[in-house]
């Protein structure tokens, strides 16, 4: 990653987040996310923006503004993080658009004190749930926790919680326990572990004795009156969540075969399908996401940008959530543009204007139509710029991640959020 430019002195004497390099008649943007890095990566989120670049060119540009994506490896690191915005202000970037990184406060301000606007990040920082400068496409870990609450809370009678041992995963149990609670069930188990683990069968040990009969999660309440005596383990650890689940199956030495769970960014079509798909241990998995099943129709032009523009980038993966996001955020950022007119100047600040101002936005049915106006904004206590709590339910059946079926398939986590304790 070239960053001996950015941290050249200058780099933040760029005021206003200016058209960007490239002419008048050009857009410049980023998309960053950590590549081999030791913990989660999304290598699929710059490859996706990438495709769009050369997709949305091939057509002319937005609006006749040529686009130009830059990509930047966040490394997992609160040092990357903030080496990629500077090298986003150093660039006269007028957005970061379908990003990921965990570490919010130290990207965050380098684009702030530029007015530089964050489109669509993947979710997983409460800062981006609180910047002005942040316009969030989807709920993030709350919303998902959340909703896989409700769904353990349907059938389990116990539940324990795998997460990472992070600043970040320390509010997890409380979103998941709020869904948890709002179906009339006691706390999850918590356990912990090392984010950049890759022995945890200590807490494969811990998951499969807190969640066996004759054991009780915190809070003491018991679902078996409803019939729901089911125990239950969801896993969220992002790239180690398959080294868990493998460390969970060797533990089980008594095919108790709790029901587990997980969401969509810790589990995804592509890892069931490497761990034998119909023969996966993820089979029968519930699964949370924030967006329709990858076999949805309303997915089929994201499908055909990454078959025609991908130009063989196999990180680029139309199952996967991140660049799932990646491509949601880019189409809001093209109904922006052309909100613009052609003379009219487009800088970080006047982007970051209309969209605080704008009538809502159409994501093709991928999501709710967004808008982040401040009477659009939700009571949810540490994410006051979430704008859409939606959830989706699915299940790993036959080897394929499918609508869960028995009930409602999406349900808005904006209630759920607003009555659990401040998470962050």
Same mark, same amino acid.
């Given at each position: 990653?070239a960053?001996?430019?950015?941290?050249?002195?200058g780099?933040?004497?760029?005021?206003?987040?200016?058209g %960007?390099?490239g002419?008048?008649?050009?857009l410049?943007?980023m998309?960053?996310?950590?590549?081999?890095?030791k913990?989660?990566?999304?290598?699929?989120?710059?490859?996706?923006?990438?495709a769009y670049?050369?997709w949305?060119n091939?057509?002319g540009?937005?609006?006749?503004?040529?686009?130009?994506?830059?990509?930047c490896?966040?490394r997992?690191?609160?040092?990357?993080a903030a080496?990629?915005?500077?090298?986003?202000v150093?660039?006269?970037?007028?957005?970061?658009?379908?990003?990921?990184s965990?570490?919010g406060?130290?990207?965050?301000?380098?684009?702030e004190?530029?007015?530089?606007?964050f489109?669509?990040?993947?979710?997983?920082s409460?800062?981006?749930?609180q910047?002005?400068?942040?316009?969030p496409v989807?709920?993030?870990?709350?919303?998902?926790?959340?909703?896989?609450g409700h769904?353990?809370g349907?059938?389990?009678?116990?539940?324990?919680?795998?997460?990472?041992?992070?600043l970040?995963?320390?509010?997890?149990p409380?979103?998941?326990?709020a869904?948890? #609670?709002?179906?009339?069930?006691?706390?999850?188990?918590?356990?912990?572990?090392a984010e950049?683990?890759?022995d945890?069968s200590?807490?494969?040990?811990?998951a499969l004795a807190a969640?066996?009969?004759?054991?009780?999660?915190?809070?003491?309440?018991?679902?078996?009156?409803?019939? #729901?005596?089911?125990?239950?383990?969801?896993?969220v650890?992002?790239?180690r969540?398959?080294?868990?689940?493998?460390?969970?199956r060797r533990?089980?030495?008594?095919?108790?075969k709790?029901q587990?769970?997980s969401v969509?960014?810790s589990?995804?079509?592509?890892?069931v399908?490497r761990?034998?798909?119909?023969?996966?241990?993820?089979?029968?998995?519930?699964?949370?996401?924030?967006?329709?099943?990858?076999?949805?129709?309303?997915?089929?032009?994201?499908r055909?940008?990454?078959?025609d523009?991908?130009?063989g980038?196999?990180?680029?993966d139309p199952?996967?959530?991140?660049?799932q996001?990646?491509w949601i955020?880019y189409?809001?950022?093209?109904?922006?543009?052309?909100?613009?007119?052609?003379?009219?100047d487009?800088?970080?600040?006047?982007?970051t204007?209309?969209?605080?101002q704008?009538e809502?936005?159409?994501?093709?049915?991928l999501?709710?139509?967004?808008?982040?106006?401040?009477?659009?904004?939700?009571a949810?206590?540490?994410?006051?710029?979430?704008v859409?709590?939606?959830?989706t339910?699915?299940v790993?059946?036959? %080897?394929?991640?499918?609508a869960q079926?028995?009930?409602?398939?999406?349900?808005d986590?904006t209630?759920?959020l607003e009555?659990?304790p401040r998470?962050?």
């Open positions: 990653m960053m001996g430019a950015c941290l050249v002195a780099c933040g004497a760029l005021p206003g987040g200016s %960007g390099s002419g008048a008649d050009t410049t943007v998309t960053f996310a950590p590549e081999d890095s913990a989660t990566n999304m290598p699929g989120m710059p490859g996706m923006a990438k670049e050369r949305v091939s057509k540009g937005i609006n006749g503004r040529k686009l130009r994506v830059l990509t490896n966040e997992n690191t609160a040092s990357g080496d990629c915005a500077r090298k986003a150093a660039e006269k970037a007028v957005a970061v658009v379908g990003s990921y965990q570490h406060r130290a990207f965050l301000a380098p684009l004190a530029e007015g530089i606007p489109i669509g990040g993947y979710g997983v409460p800062e981006e749930f910047s002005p400068l942040s316009f989807n709920g993030g870990q709350p919303a998902l926790l959340a909703g896989a769904q353990l349907r059938s389990c009678g116990k539940v324990a919680l795998v997460r990472p041992d992070t970040a995963g320390d509010s997890l409380i979103q998941l326990n869904g948890l #609670k709002a179906n009339q069930m006691g706390e999850a188990s918590d356990i912990r572990a950049d683990s890759a945890l200590v807490q494969a040990g811990e969640s066996s009969p004759g054991t009780s999660s915190k809070g003491g309440a018991s679902s078996a009156k409803d019939g #729901k005596e089911k125990g239950c383990v969801a896993a650890l992002g790239a969540t398959e080294t868990f689940f493998d460390a969970f533990a089980d030495s008594q095919n108790r709790p587990i769970s969509l960014g589990v995804s079509q592509a890892l399908d761990t034998g798909g119909k023969e996966s241990p993820f089979e029968g998995a519930y699964v949370t996401s924030w967006y329709p099943v990858a076999a949805d129709p309303l997915w089929t032009q994201m055909n940008v990454i078959s523009h991908a130009f980038d196999n990180a680029v199952d996967d959530s991140g660049a996001t990646t955020a189409t809001v950022l093209g109904e922006m543009v052309k909100r613009f007119k052609e003379d009219e487009l800088t970080g600040r006047a982007l204007r209309k969209l605080n704008a809502p936005v159409k994501t093709g049915g999501t709710p139509d967004l808008s982040w106006r401040y009477q659009d904004m939700r949810v206590s540490g994410f006051p710029r979430m859409n709590g939606r959830v339910f699915q790993v059946q036959q %080897g394929r991640l499918v079926q028995g009930g409602e398939q999406s349900m986590m209630k759920t009555q659990a998470s962050s």
